[in-house]
C-alpha cells in the first residue's frame, strides 16, 4: 500500500475513523456545486467517476460516502458509476509497459515480480447528467 494510504473498508461501520473518501467525495460535491452555479441545473442524474486500480480508494465505501453526502442535496438519488482501469506498469525485468489489476501483479509478459507502477492510482471527474 502507498505511503499515506490506509484501508478504509470495514471502518464505516463503527463511525470512529474519518474515512479518505469522505474527504474525496466532500470535495467532490463542492465542484458539483460549483458546476451548479454556472449551468444552474437542479438535480444530479448520474456521476461517473475513474478510479484507477493502484489508488487505496475503496469504490464500495466511497459509494457509502456519496449516498450519505447526497442525502437531500440535489445528489441525492444519482447514479455513481465507478470505471477502474487497469494500473500501468514497467517490468524491471523485461522491460516490457503493461497493464495490472493491482501492484502485487506479476508481470504479464514474463512472470517476474518485479513491476514499478506508472500509472493507475488517480481519481478523475468523467462526467454527469444533470436536468
Ligand atoms: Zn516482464
Known amino acids: 500500500m502507498p505511503a499515506g494510504c490506509r484501508k ?54 466511497l459509494r457509502y460516502a456519496f449516498d450519505i453526502l447526497g442525502r437531500e442535496t440535489m445528489l441525492e438519488g444519482a447514479k455513481l458509476e465507478i470505471d477502474q482501469p487497469p494500473g500501468d506498469a514497467i517490468c524491471l525485468d523485461c522491460g516490457a509497459a503493461v497493464a495490472v489489476d493491482t501492484r502485487l501483479s506479476d508481470c504479464p509478459a514474463c512472470g517476474g515480480k518485479r513491476l514499478r507502477p506508472t500509472g493507475g492510482d488517480q481519481m478523475r471527474f468523467i462526467e454527469m447528467e444533470v436536468r
Open 8 to 61: 478504509a473498508a470495514g471502518r464505516y461501520h463503527t463511525g470512529i475513523e474519518p474515512m479518505h473518501e469522505l474527504t474525496i467525495c466532500e470535495s467532490l460535491f463542492k465542484m458539483v456545486e460549483q458546476e451548479q452555479q454556472t449551468r444552474h441545473f437542479t438535480k444530479v442524474c448520474r456521476v461517473r467517476l475513474e478510479i484507477g486500480r493502484f489508488s487505496c480508494l475503496d469504490p464500495e465505501a
